[in-house]
């Protein structure tokens, strides 16, 4: 795969190795390694094959950090990743059908669009200092856990016209 050429950070490198392991590299940027457990049972739909954060590694430049993916269930919000690291607090979390924005400390500094794949597109809040930890620990999860979520009442709709004969 081509690097992806990030505003801020230059070349960034996002590998998916199966549903195994995620890496994301860049000259400008901490290397990240995300791993799930092998004996665990990868679910297809979650490119790293779980939320189960007892089943997943992250490292950022070699040092384990605390990852925490929510479930998963109806409302976007169920579906938040947190990440805790050198003392700052990351959330990843759907806010549109194709998007997830990226917070600090509880500052909205970035969006992300993915599928769960190697192709992430980061767009930077303007006016945010950006820290090379903060696109590092963006692709990551982008990555992994992929983008965006519909709307609790869309869901619903939906449930429910398909129940419809």
Do not use: C, N
């Not at 950070?9 to 994301?24: H, K, L, N, P, Y």
């Not at 605390?66 to 050198?86: M, Q």
């Amino acid at each position: 795969m081509a690097p992806i050429e990030d505003t801020r950070f230059g070349a960034i490198t996002v590998r998916q190795d199966g549903q195994d392991r995620i890496e994301v590299a860049g000259e400008a940027i901490p290397h990240v390694v995300l791993e799930r457990d092998p004996a665990a049972e990868a679910d297809p739909q979650i490119a790293i094959g779980t939320r189960d954060p007892a089943r997943l590694t992250l490292r950022i430049d070699g040092v384990e950090v605390e990852l925490k993916p929510a479930k998963g269930r109806l409302s976007r919000r169920s579906y938040r990743v947190d990440v805790e690291y050198e003392g700052t607090s990351y959330r990843l979390v759907p806010d549109s059908v194709p998007s997830s924005r990226l917070t600090r400390d509880g500052a909205h500094i970035g969006d992300f669009s993915s599928d769960g794949d190697e192709m992430v597109i980061a767009e930077w809040r303007e006016g945010s200092e950006i820290r090379p930890a903060d696109a590092a620990i963006g692709y990551a999860l982008a990555s992994a856990f992929g983008t965006g979520g519909l709307p609790m009442w869309m869901m619903i709709v939906d449930g429910v016209s398909s129940a419809l004969p």
